[in-house]
């Protein structure tokens, strides 16, 4: 089946260096069937709508405002992203939940304004090293999800990608068992069965994200119920990318 590659640039390259990159990356890319996604820092946006228009590579953003417009000094809307042709949006990465203090109201509150502006939204879930060590990954997610997913229409499910990404994992080089994550993705689903549906949780495409790299990347994709990837450190080389994505 068709998996979701998902890139995360992070706060990495500058605009001539994305440019760069796409000029490498795009003809290695052409003919591969996967589905293809570069989450980019804002000010490449731009540039990806430029360059990605008539390819197989969409683009979106790594975070989104909760707010619409208005006094908002430094934040950028989902319309503004939506308007630069992005198909996707990150929500509730853990970087962003950690670092910038991000809750899980305000997670929900920018998933519904992504999901207003038709922005598809790839939502992050996932435990500390911490949460993991204690036995706590099933509450953490069902919290996160429980929250995050609050006053969604059924319908809408079908524009948001999950994503378990394992805070201890990421840019740590480790990574959870095949077992380990195919039971978390394999409790996603129980989540959203219980919040909505077993019929569309079974729909629900879920990523793995933390520490994918060109050695790890085939067994994981293996797993059962895993749809796809999200990358962050090995999506920024464009051949270990493709190598990834082939
Ligand atoms: P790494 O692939 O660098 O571990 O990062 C994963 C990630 O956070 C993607 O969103």
Redesign the pocket.
């Known amino acids: 089946m068709k998996k979701l590659i998902v890139g ?1 640039f992070k706060m990495n390259t500058t605009v001539q260096e994305f440019s760069n990159y796409l000029d490498k990356f795009l003809p290695d890319v052409k003919s591969l069937k996967n589905g293809i996604v570069l989450c980019v820092p804002y000010t490449h946006l731009m540039l990806a709508n430029q360059k990605l228009v008539a390819t197989n590579v969409l683009f979106g953003s790594q975070n989104i405002s909760t707010e619409e417009n208005g006094a908002y000094t430094g934040e950028v809307s989902s319309i503004m992203v939506k308007s630069l042709g992005a198909t996707y949006t990150i929500v509730g ?1 853990s970087e962003r939940r950690k670092l910038f203090r991000e809750t899980d109201e305000q997670i929900n509150q920018k998933i519904k304004m992504a999901l207003g502006v038709n922005l598809k939204v790839i939502l ?1 879930v996932g435990e500390t090293k911490f949460e993991h060590n204690n036995n706590k990954t099933k509450l953490v997610i069902k919290r996160e999800l429980e929250i995050a997913l609050k006053g969604l229409y059924e319908n809408e499910l079908k524009n948001i990608v999950i994503a378990y ?1 394992p805070v201890w ?3 740590t080089g480790k990574t959870p068992s095949t077992k380990e994550i195919e039971n978390v993705v394999d409790y996603i689903k129980n989540v959203v069965a219980e919040i909505f549906s077993q019929k569309s949780a079974e729909k629900l495409c879920i990523l793995y ?4 790299d060109e050695n790890n990347c085939a067994n994981i994709l293996k797993i059962e119920g895993v749809g796809g990837l ?5 999506c920024l080389s464009p051949d270990k990318f493709v190598n990834i994505i082939k």
Do not use: R, W
């Open positions: 995360n990465h992050c990404e994992a990421i840019g994200g933390g520490s994918v999200l990358v962050g450190g090995s």
